[in-house]
């Protein structure tokens, strides 16, 4: 089973793929006249899509009931990205809620709860997928989806019944194409009883903002709720060369760094190649003295990746400080 999910959409909002959408709509959106737009939903898909319309010149409007922007992500990139987005026009209104959507025949209008009105071109909603499962009848098969539409599976991605597999987004988090593709070449070999491998504790996670972000490991708040030391080195975009070539310099890579056995604990990426640039984070994560790696090997000059020799020098530094 790898049916993947759909778009999520509240009860007693009139979708009509125009003025009202969710990222299915965006397909058939008329984007000439999207000169505005409001987005309900801070995750994931309503940053990238909020920082993909910002970029065309649309004014657009975040709305979220969290307090603050993917509360996941490492605090000093999400606050980045924040900034990069009021720099392109972005409104955001955090802790607030949508309680009525009026269509009219210019505009749309979306209520929140504290008595605001927000008009807009086109409203969109980006408030989670469900699983494409309702026109299975799984329970047929013996099987049952949870409210979300997802099946349980074990780690090799085996359901309840011993012969059927469920893959991808419809097997629940972390709902990565790159995750999704993995659990299917597991689910397979396990299929055919060949010899199995499972995920890696490490996986990267890729957010196709504008600007990309990537992170693997642990956050600075991850760290210090669970009472481990560590040390932070950072390499701002406008340091690089390349950068300044590829006229990228709103961007920084931050790693975080043990100062008792110098291993990384976790790196973040905010900028241009976000996405590629992790995975050297990642396969050094595992290393002994991974810090020592990077301040001592050379970087291909001038590139984005000598930005982890340039986090490592800094972290370096901040280890001396302790000192």
């Known amino acids: 089973i790898a049916v993947g999910t759909n778009p999520a959409r509240p009860r007693g909002v009139d979708f009509d793929d125009r003025r009202v ?3 299915d709509g965006v397909l058939s959106l008329d984007y000439a006249a999207c000169k505005t737009m409001t987005i309900v939903g801070g995750g994931v898909i309503g940053i990238e899509y909020t920082s993909m319309f910002a970029a065309m010149g649309a004014r657009v409007t975040l ?32 802790g607030e809620e949508v309680v009525g959507v009026e269509r009219r025949n210019d505009c749309v209008v979306c209520r929140l709860k504290s008595g605001k009105e927000i008009v807009s071109d086109t409203l969109m909603y980006a408030t989670g997928r469900q699983g494409a499962t309702e026109g299975l009848a799984l329970g047929n098969a013996g099987l049952e989806c949870d409210k979300r539409g997802r099946v349980e599976v074990d ?7 011993s012969h059927i597999f469920a893959v991808g ?5 972390p709902g990565l194409a790159a995750t999704g593709m993995e659990q299917g070449r597991i689910a397979a070999l396990a299929a055919f009883e060949e010899p199995v491998y499972h995920l890696p504790e490490l996986v990267p996670i890729g957010i196709y903002s504008i600007p990309e972000i990537s992170f693997v490991g642990r956050t600075e708040e991850e760290l ?17 060369a390349k ?4 006229r990228e310099d709103d961007g920084l890579l931050k ?8 291993r990384l604990l976790g790196v973040h990426v905010i900028g241009a190649q976000a996405t590629d640039l992790v995975h ?3 396969a050094l994560m595992d290393r002994e003295h991974g810090l020592d790696f990077l301040v001592s090997t050379v970087f291909n000059y001038p590139t984005l990746a000598e930005a982890y020799k340039v986090a490592g020098l800094d972290a370096m530094n901040r280890m001396r400080d302790l000192r």
């Open 21 to 23: 959408i969710d990222s």
């Open 63 to 94: 709305v979220d009931a969290r307090d603050r922007l993917l509360p996941f992500v490492d605090r000093d990139i999400g606050v980045s990205l924040r900034f990069l987005l009021l720099k392109r026009n972005v409104t955001f209104r955090f």
């Open 155 to 161: 780690e090799e991605y085996r359901t309840s019944v």
């Open 169 to 173: 987004d419809v097997a629940g988090p």
């Open 224 to 240: 210090t709720e669970a009472a481990i030391p560590y040390v932070a080195g950072v390499a701002w975009w406008r340091e690089l």
């Open 243 to 246: 950068a300044m070539m590829l």
């Open 255 to 262: 790693i975080l760094v043990s100062p008792e056995d110098r």
């Open 280 to 282: 050297i984070g990642q």
